[in-house]
């Protein structure tokens, strides 16, 4: 009884820490592990992904098609906006591309396949630029 009225403070104390270093951890490394775009099977893996102005994004073609990852004005419009463009990446290819300095915060970059726009099976994915 008595190890146990000791004991439960500090528990919930460990407990309240841990939480606090799980979310830290969340809002810090979440953004540098995510900038990671990999294709495969016509399809980008994340479709959404959190970056900051000036982050390099780096694409995998983990697939045996050629494909771009490149931005888009407005969802499945394909209409490369200009922003960003990796150009053809070669089945088994990488190569990165760069979010401009000047992308504000909350900003939302729509992106799709150049080669094969509404033919991917996820046609759009979403770069949202946050602090
Ligand atoms: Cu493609």
Do not use: W
Not at 24 to 29: K, L, M, P, R
Not at 80 to 97: C, E, L, Q, R, V
Request: charged share 10%; hydrophobic share 35%.
């Amino acid at each position: 009884m008595y190890s146990l009225k000791i004991n439960q403070p500090y528990l919930l104390f460990f407990f309240i820490i841990n939480l606090v270093g799980l979310v830290g951890c969340g809002s810090s490394n979440g953004l540098e592990e995510d900038l990671t775009i990999t294709i495969s099977a016509m399809s980008f893996s994340p479709t959404a992904l959190n970056a900051l102005a000036g982050d390099t994004i780096t694409v995998i073609n983990d697939d045996t098609t050629t494909h771009t990852v490149t931005s888009e004005s407005s969802p499945s419009l394909f209409d490369n906006s200009g922003t960003f463009d990796t150009g053809n990446i070669s089945p088994s290819g990488t190569t990165t591309f760069r979010i401009p300095d000047s992308a504000t915060l909350g900003t939302i970059y729509y992106f799709y396949c150049n080669q094969h726009k509404s033919l991917m099976s996820t046609p759009n994915g979403t770069i949202t630029i946050q602090n």
